[in-house]
């Protein structure tokens, strides 16, 4: 796994954004993601669409390596860490539990999150139904377009992205980080999800990221 990152400051707080998809917040020893969509692939293939599995077991082994790299006390995942139903590849995330059994894993619930009482307790979830603040600095899964001007939001939901062109007029997506001075949108931890690359508003600074690199982008209309 090749990272590459880039410290931002949000809320007087240094964060640093990485092109595997997440943040790293070392005051609270804390990594963030979303949209990790557990089982998504399954689910597919339950529906008769042929999906390989290694799509979450490649997923889940990309969350290791963040973990072993920043060694966070816990993880905090900002909606949808599961796609659907409790299946197979749902399962796969108690081999992650049993390998990181000290390491706290919040859940902000997304809209895809169906888990039971029973589940997060045996895979030592805690769970938020609508928002989980800390350092004055709110998770929330949906973002907003109406911020309140003291407030200060992480959130995932809208899996954005962008668009570049590249010679010869060749157009690339790469998913990315969506930054304004109040609301971060976490780009989809899972590879296996569609890009959202609409224009942006000229508020959000976009951090375009790619296998080997995290880039900045200015962007707007």
Known sequence: MKLSEQTITFNKQQLTLNNQRSIFWQAEKALILSDLHLGKAAHFRKNG????????IADLKRLEGLVDHYKPDQVIVVGDLVHASINSEVLLLEEFRKRYTGLKLHLVKGNHDR???NITEQFAIQHHDEVFALQQIQFKHHPS??????????????????????PPKRQL??????????Q???????????????ELSIKYKCYAISEDLIFPIQKGR
């Open 145 to 166: 377009d109406a911020i309140d001007p003291s407030s200060f939001r992480i959130s995932g939901h809208l899996h954005p992205g962008v668009s570049i062109v590249i």
């Open 173 to 182: 997506r790469l998913p990315c980080f969506l930054v304004s001075e109040h």
């Open 49 to 56: 669409i042929a999906i390989p599995t290694d799509t979450a």
């Open 115 to 117: 888990l039971s009482k």
């Open 184 to 198: 971060i949108i976490l780009p989809a931890f899972s590879k296996f999800t569609g890009i959202d690359s609409r």
